[in-house]
């Protein structure tokens, strides 16, 4: 009659007010809460017992689990194939077989290959990391409590495939919710809640009392972090036990509520308020005893053995025999870990025999043998008696194996047949497993007249879900047995025999390929070899250890003069271009190899970034030397990267192409190109380069007056502007030469800038000889150019324009009391057409400049000129116009951007230069304008600080004019690096130096993005 627990309690609670009622004595206040207070303590131990007996109790099943399906061989291999589909078909398959919540497979990395879990998405869930690297570290089954997708769950972690060395790691979960929690408030009555971060995620109340609980427990305001073992919280109706709940590595994740509700206790207070106090006590204490003793035997103990039994499981002990003869909840509970039990001992023994099935098909080299050990272990699993293996041969099922030995077999009836004829054929065209438990009462099979009844399987064999063969197997009808539980065993079978016959037929090919390889290699090598030593090309390889291999072409032989298999490449190429291959042996024998050399270093340390893997070829290429000298030949430099094949080491390739004609060719080509450019510019503009000419003799001759000087007088900064300026006149007119050699000057200028030297009587003897050689160029230049300009043009031009000048200012002074006024105007205009003439003459000469500049940078650049008619007297302006120029090259090399860079901000491919001359207030005033990026103030202002151009307090107070000012500073440069373009400095201090000049100035304006606009105002010049 009282069988259950709750009936047990009820029976109990019940004598117990019986007797307080007829004693008529009383009960104080104060004894009836202590009491409680007791009763609570141990309802609340009872409750924690039962809860650490289940949480143990799922452990111990989640570990064993993952630990089973863990071992698995054809789990090992299905990650290690990598195959999703594969993996996630595994996954949903063992989810399903162990009824779990969660099951991830994750690979040896910790990355998730497949994830099945219920009621949430698996792209949402962040595996235990810490859990993941212990089992890696470990080999070991690792348990944790969790949160994943806002579910307190219960972890396990397993190594896949060998512990010391697991392919991947295995986590089945269960969660904590409403089911476990009432499961447990069955066996406590306490109502049972899981609370994580001010909310339950799982619970026994119902919904309204859930909410109710969350709101007084969050009302309460209590600090988590000092709670020591568990707290009680006493509210109106109930008391609440709040205990922490930790993971793996001893981190706060939850905490567990034990509600125990006060209400009927509250109303047997009040009925027994007004019962004796004396009487009361010693009934209560009498009540209390009897509680405890019942409870003793009736829940705590028991509960302790089923703990103690649940205990052995989780141990392993699988053996451990469960009391299973109670009939309330705890036999339930019994009942239910007998059937876990007994189902792991199930899969145990499925697993093991698998293993040792996949141990031998691992080992196998035989097809036959190994399909008909196939046969053998599902005759053992499934009490078949026959069995046979059919494989897909050209549209047809092909028998290969079959089982017992001496089965006779029918070659006519059974040999082959299609696809979906009769029962095997229809499971091998529906790639599904048929299984006919008796054949005399299926539709699907047609028996024989006279045919016994029989129970027939049929197992398809799939490869990547295409047809790859089908078993069939046959028995008696009272024997044969195939459960619901044998499908995915027979599966992963199938699917091991479909992999072991494939890799059979794999090893067959090698090796029918390897009888032939030696023989095939050894004519390829020789068709190889014939054909490198008749290309013309030198081919050699080597290792990392910078030794040539053997095989060369013979062309090597010519361009080293001596064989060289077992030379360093880099020796020969870089160190010692001049040597031959003997020489260098010799060399190398005596010990008289000097040290590495800095191009050998560096081709070195690109080619073992190459070798180590650090890099590929491909990343390096271009940077790797394409060309050397040795002798007479100049060698074009190509590399090949080999893999490591067939036991060889990774090596790379030199392919070497003479090119010497070509590149003597190429040098002349350009010699003459540069020769008649420079023709055709002073062919269309000969004035002006007569006009240049005389300020180039005029600047060298300031520059051996500037070296006369005593050393401490000598103007360094004035030098540089000179050569600065020499460097881009020249290149204005295609003078190439002699603006090379002014930037190769300026390197020598540099030094002392930078205090690698210091002015002494050696760098003026080189600077002497320097301006000595650029005089030698012009002189070559010029000779160049006999019959565009003579040597008299040149005399005739200075003399004939010096003279005019002087005779117009005299004639001027004379006539200007002689003659009227109106006399006088037409007198003037005529001497104005005589001494001056268009200033278009020279901005046509920068924009040819600008021209060329911005084709050799890949920029496209038009120009418009402006006030192009308007004269101006030359030989008063000669040194601006002279050095003007480097307000041009900065436009284009400082301003102008590349095309795509320009469509990035919205701009035209073209950038535009616009040069503009007019008078203004008697003043002429020469303006460039470019569209380009312009100049932002705050990296002149970054960079001058850098350098040491300006201090942190001028920084600090400077105005935007002030800052673009510092662009004219001496040696004051955007650019991190010096080019034959700019990057020193100096163009902009010479400009601003030939204005200081003739009382000028220049004004600067510009806006980031959109150009830049110098004005340079000269007054008195028209």
């Known amino acids: 009659m009282f069988k259950t627990i709750k009936a047990k309690l009820s029976l109990l609670l019940a004598s117990i007010l019986v007797f307080t009622l007829g004693s008529s004595l009383i009960v104080t206040q104060w004894e009836i809460e202590h009491t409680q207070q007791e009763n609570l303590g141990d309802s609340f131990l009872r409750a924690e017992q039962v809860i650490d007996t289940l949480m143990a109790a799922q452990r111990s099943n989640l570990a064993n689990q993952s630990q089973l399906v863990g071992e ?347 696809l979906g004829e009769g029962v095997a054929g229809k499971s091998a065209a529906e790639k599904r497993i048929i299984y006919i438990p008796n054949t005399l009462e299926s539709k699907e099979y047609i028996a024989r007249e006279g045919e016994q009844a029989k129970a027939i399987l049929c197992v398809p064999l799939l490869d990547r879900n295409e047809i790859f063969g089908v078993m069939n197997f046959s028995g008696q009808v009272d024997t044969t047995r195939f459960e619901e539980s044998d499908e995915k065993f027979v599966q992963a079978l199938a699917h091991m025999t479909v992999i072991t016959t494939k890799n059979i037929r794999m090893v067959q090919v090698i090796e029918e390929q390897n009888r032939t390889l030696e023989q095939k290699v050894t004519e390829r090598t020789r068709a190889i070899q014939t054909l490198m030593d008749n290309l013309g090309q030198g081919f050699f390889s080597f290792n990392h250890e910078y030794r040539i291999f053997a095989e060369y072409s013979k062309q090597c032989d010519l361009f080293f003069e001596g064989p060289i298999a077992g030379l360093n490449p880099l020796e020969l190429l870089f160190a010692y271009p001049g040597v031959t291959a003997e020489q260098l042996k010799k060399q190398k024998r005596l010990g008289l190899l000097q040290e590495i050399t800095a191009e050998e270093r560096s081709v070195r340390e690109m080619l073992d970034l190459i070798f180590e893997g650090v890099t590929t070829l491909d990343v390096l290429h271009d940077i790797l030397p394409q060309e050397v000298r040795r002798g007479e030949h100049i060698l074009e430099i190509d590399y090949r990267l080999i893999e490591e094949v067939a036991g060889r080491e990774k090596s790379l390739m030199m392919i070497l192409t003479d090119v010497s004609q070509e590149r003597l060719l190429e040098e002349k080509i350009k010699a003459d190109e540069q020769r008649f450019s420079m023709i055709l510019k002073v062919a269309q503009d000969k004035k002006g380069f007569i006009q240049l000419y005389k300020e180039l003799e005029r600047i060298l001759a300031s520059v051996l007056t500037i070296l006369a000087a005593p050393m401490e007088n000598i103007d360094l900064q004035e030098l540089f502007r000179h050569f600065h300026t020499i460097k881009g006149g020249a290149a204005s007119y295609g003078l190439l030469d002699m603006s090379r050699h002014a930037h190769v000057t300026e390197e020598i200028l540099s030094r002392i800038r930078s205090g690698e030297r210091t002015i002494s009587k050696s760098f003026i003897e080189d600077l002497v000889k320097a301006t000595q050689e650029a005089r030698q160029i012009l002189d070559f230049s010029l000779e160049q150019l006999e019959g565009i300009i003579a040597a008299e043009e040149l005399l005739q031009q200075e003399r004939s324009f010096k003279i005019k000048e002087s005779e117009v200012e005299e004639l001027e002074a004379l006539l200007v009391n002689q003659v009227s006024k109106e006399l006088m105007k037409q007198i003037h205009k005529v001497f104005a057409r005589i001494v001056k003439e268009p200033i278009g003459q020279v901005f046509r000469k920068y924009a040819e400049t600008a021209k060329d500049l911005a084709k050799q940078q890949g920029k496209k650049i038009q120009i418009e000129i402006k006030g192009g008619d308007l004269p101006v007297a030359y030989n008063r302006l000669e040194s601006l116009f002279a050095t003007m120029i480097h307000l041009i090259r900065n436009s284009v090399d400082h301003g102008l951007e590349l095309p795509e860079h320009r469509l990035e901000f919205g701009k035209q491919e073209v950038g535009t230069l616009i040069l503009e001359a007019k008078q203004q207030d008697h003043c002429l005033q020469l303006v460039t304008t470019d569209d380009g990026q312009g100049i932002d103030p705050e990296r002149i202002k970054s960079i001058a600080l850098a350098r040491g151009v300006i201090n942190q307090n001028f920084a600090e107070k400077a105005t935007r004019k002030e800052l673009l000012e510092l662009i004219f500073s001496p040696g004051f440069s955007t650019k991190e690096e010096v080019t034959e373009v700019s990057g020193r400095g100096v163009g902009l201090d010479s400009v601003r130096a030939s204005v200081d000049s003739l009382n000028g100035q220049i004004e600067i304006k510009s806006t980031p993005n959109q150009g830049t606009r110098f004005v340079i105002s000269i007054p008195n010049i028209l």
């Open 72 to 418: 698995l061989p054809i789990l090992s291999t299905v990650v290690e194939n990598g195959d999703g589909a594969t993996i996630l078909n595994s996954a949903q398959s063992y989810q399903q077989q162990l009824k779990l919540s969660i099951l991830d497979i994750l690979d040896d990395e910790g990355e998730i290959l497949a994830s099945v879990n219920d009621n949430f998405d698996a792209t949402t869930i962040t595996p235990e990391t810490d859990l993941i690297i212990r089992v890696l570290e470990e080999g070991q089954v690792n348990t944790s409590l969790i949160m994943r997708h806002h579910q307190l769950t219960l972890l396990a972690a397993a190594p896949i495939g060998i512990p010391d060395e697991p392919s991947g790691v295995l986590l089945a979960g269960t969660f904590l919710n409403d089911s476990f929690a009432k499961k447990i408030k069955s066996l406590t009555k306490a109502e049972i809640s899981f609370w994580v971060d001010g909310k339950i995620v799982g619970s026994s109340l119902v919904p309204a009392l859930r909410i109710k609980t969350e709101d007084q427990v969050n009302q309460l305001n209590w600090d988590q972090n000092s709670l020591q073992g568990f707290q009680e919280i006493i509210l109106q109706d109930s008391v609440l036990r709040v205990r922490k709940l930790y993971n793996l590595s001893g981190g706060h994740v939850g905490n567990l509520i034990i509600d125990f509700s006060l209400q009927d206790a509250k109303e047997v207070v009040a009925r027994i308020q007004h019962v004796s106090i004396g009487v009361g006590i010693a009934i209560f204490v009498i009540a209390v005893l009897m509680a405890y003793l019942f409870s003793q035997k009736v829940i705590i103990r028991p509960i302790e053995a089923l703990k103690q039994e649940a205990h052995y499981l989780a141990l392993g002990h699988l053996e451990t025999e469960l009391d299973t003869s109670r009939e309330d909840e705890l036999g339930d509970l019994a009942q239910s870990f007998s059937e876990m039990r007994d189902s792991i001992r199930n899969k145990i023994s499925d697993l093991q025999l698998l293993k040792q099935t996949g141990d031998v098909l691992a080992g196998s080299f035989d097809q036959v043998l190994a399909l008909k050990h196939v046969l053998q272990t599902i005759h053992k699993k499934i009490n078949v008696e026959k069995g046979s293996v059919y494989l897909l041969d050209e549209a047809f099922l092909r028998i290969h194996a079959y089982y017992p030995e001496d089965e006779s077999i029918q070659p006519s009836a059974f040999r082959k047949f299609e």
